[in-house]
């Protein structure tokens, strides 16, 4: 009987047809069954007005700030079909466009994506530190590190990071997590359900999210202040030991916790407010939330 085994091995395996032909079969013609790749890296002038945007609605987005004149972009292209050829065929289909428009550069990826067909393109753009960046994506998840300068970032269905960047910072996303940490300015940050979490951050702080949790640690206060608000979750701020504010502080269904040697305006924490001067007073903070906890610290 063994023998008679093994003759059958060796008919399946000259006709090309083991445990991975009979699968590929299997999957044949289903929609995303087979995947292509491929890389490119392109190179191109920092623009004469020091601004870029780039627009990806499909894939991961890093863009690094370096000590360096030009930009450079790697690309790595990534196609779903029916067949290996359909995918194949798609990752010609994908184009990085760039053009200069009034002294700054834009860069966007063209990717099909229809049924049973999809491509997307992972990019990492290395830029001098001074060039300001605005980075637009649908679907995939943002990362930004290493500028001197501005960022504005905002990403339907994908988390977002910022870190060690010197400049405003404008953060949006729809349904995921903004992260920012080592950063120094002007702080926007909206998230409609998930959390926000900034870390080492100096300068003024704007940030809410519909359903998510808020968590800021401070070094340094901005003249504009710090304004937290979420409507289903809690609120954790914890601010330099030196810090001169005035404390506002409305929970509607939770309590505050506060550790902060706050001088007490006519208020009661146990009815969820709390008013009154830190230090020597100075730059409003503000923190609401409708339903959870408040923490000061």
């Given amino acids: ?49 020091r601004h870029m945007s780039v627009h990806n609605a499909n894939g991961r987005t890093q863009v690094v700030g ?3 004149e030009d930009i450079e972009i790697a690309v790595e292209k990534r196609a779903r079909a029916e067949s290996t050829e359909a995918a ?14 009034a002294d700054g550069l834009e860069v966007e990826v063209e990717a099909p994506s229809r049924w049973k067909r999809h491509g997307s393109a992972n990019l990492e753009v290395r830029v001098p530190r001074d060039v300001e960046v605005v980075v637009v994506a649908a679907n995939g998840r943002v990362a930004i590190e290493g500028l001197r300068s501005g960022v504005h970032a905002r990403s339907s ?9 010197d400049g405003d910072v404008e ?9 920012c940490s080592c950063t120094c300015g002007r702080l926007k940050a909206r998230s409609s359900n998930s959390k926000i979490s900034l870390d080492e951050h100096s300068g003024s702080v704007d940030a809410s999210t519909s359903n998510g ?14 304004m937290l608000a979420t409507s289903n979750g809690r609120i954790m701020l914890e601010l330099p030991e030196d810090a001169d504010a005035e404390i506002d502080v409305r929970v509607d269904n939770g309590v505050i916790r506060n550790s902060l040697d ?29 339903n959870g906890t408040v923490s000061l610290r």
């Fill in 213 to 226: 949790v808020i968590h800021a640690v401070l070094t340094d206060l901005g003249p504009e202040g710090v």
């Fill in 157 to 165: 269905n994908g988390a977002v990071s910022i870190a060690d960047v």
């Fill in 66 to 68: 370096e000590d360096r």
């Fill in 88 to 101: 194949e065929a798609i990752l010609d289909e994908i184009q990085v466009l760039t053009e200069l428009v």
């Fill in 1 to 49: 009987m063994s023998p008679r085994f093994d003759d059958d091995r060796d008919d399946c395996a000259a006709d090309g047809r083991g445990f991975g032909g009979f699968l590929r079969s299997l999957l044949s013609g289903i929609p995303w069954s087979e995947s292509a790749h491929a890389e490119e890296t392109l190179t191109l002038e920092a623009p004469p007005g």
């Fill in 262 to 290: 706050v001088e007490q305006a006519p208020s009661d924490e146990r009815t969820g407010r709390l008013r009154g001067r830190l230090g020597r007073g100075g730059c409003p903070i503000k923190l609401r939330t409708s």
């Fill in 171 to 179: 953060v949006f996303t729809s349904n995921a997590k903004v992260s």
